[in-house]
């Protein structure tokens, strides 16, 4: 008599053969429910084995497309220097400050608000 551990490794042309014999009294339905069995991991190997082809072909087809977008880039050049936008460095450290002051109002505006206030409460009686 075989091991469970000794059946568990057989292959399926050797469990088919063993199906196929004969000689060996199978019980009623053994037969189908062996063939059903061994059907069933040759389709999910099967599945698998075309999961691993449409990923393939999909990464390959993601690669392409973004090596053609990077090639064929429809506007400007891609390795020119940029251009300054502001004609003096008076004028953009005015603009950088007018920005900074705007974030630092709505920060603060936002550091008042009650919903704020609200989480601050929560969060510090969590830390407690």
Known sequence: MKKLEDIMNLSDSELEAISNDSRIEVPEGLDRS???????????AGRRNMFKIVGGVCS????LTACLLILNHPGKDLYAEPEDTFSSPEEAYAYLQSALGRIGSNVQESMESPAMENGLRITRELLK
């Open 60 to 63: 390959v087809a993601a690669a």
């Open 34 to 44: 062996v063939r059903t069995a061994l059907e069933a991991r040759r389709g999910a």
